[in-house]
């Protein structure tokens, strides 16, 4: 099969981040990834969750939103009316924010705390995934915020971290998946992983028939391929 704009299986989609995008928050970025958009902020409060409280160590937590046309067509607001956020989005929430949580340390940022904000604008495949890549530049540039005001002498970050999808689309591993492949996959995975190689998290399903540990190791390493390749795009641009 030809792939969507003949972008080679293991290659990812354009790139393109802009930094200090929302002008009042400590650290802000608009990230592109072919024609998935998320505004990704961070922001610092000098307090901690109750279980924190006395105990010297910090919080990153994270939000996940959908604009109402992000998609072809109308997302409903979540937690209207008394409406409460979806299972999906308590989860990607929750993703985010334990990945983040990964290469942070939490005792040297001190009792505050971090809250990553991703908002996606436009939605074509990924947008869990690139919500990752681009909230983890904007957490250090809001350490960096931190460190600036004295807070610390050192980024309280111990190396990088991005994420992608990969999937097998009839019968071919597929790197960063636009919907229209993601929607056909017979096996769909996100994967989160450290500059080290280190895995964060795997998400992985098999949608049609069940696939096996080495397929699983296949498109990890595909995963991997188009992840380091995300770390050099935030290692230009963060310099740390």
Known sequence: M????????????????????????EGSCLIEQGNTKVICTASVEESVPMFLKDTGSGWVTAEYNMLPR????????????????????????????????????????GERTITLDADVIQADGGTRCA???????????????????KAFNKIPVSQYVAAVSVGIVKGKNMLDLVYEEDSKAEVDMNVAMTSSGELIEVQATAE????????MNALIELAQSGINELIEIQKGILKI
């Open 2 to 25: 030809q792939r969507l704009g003949l972008r080679g299986y293991d290659k990812l989609r354009k790139v393109k981040i802009n930094t200090n995008y929302i002008e009042y928050a």
């Open 70 to 109: 992000s998609c072809l067509s109308r997302v409903r607001r979540e937690g209207r009316r008394g409406g409460g956020v979806s299972g999906r989005t308590q989860e990607i929430q929750r993703l985010i924010g334990r990945t983040l949580r990964g290469v942070v340390d939490l005792k040297v940022l």
């Open 131 to 149: 919500s990752i890549t681009g909230s983890f530049i904007a957490l250090v540039e809001a350490l960096k915020y931190l460190k600036k005001e």
């Open 208 to 215: 049609g028939a069940p696939f096996t540990i080495e397929k």
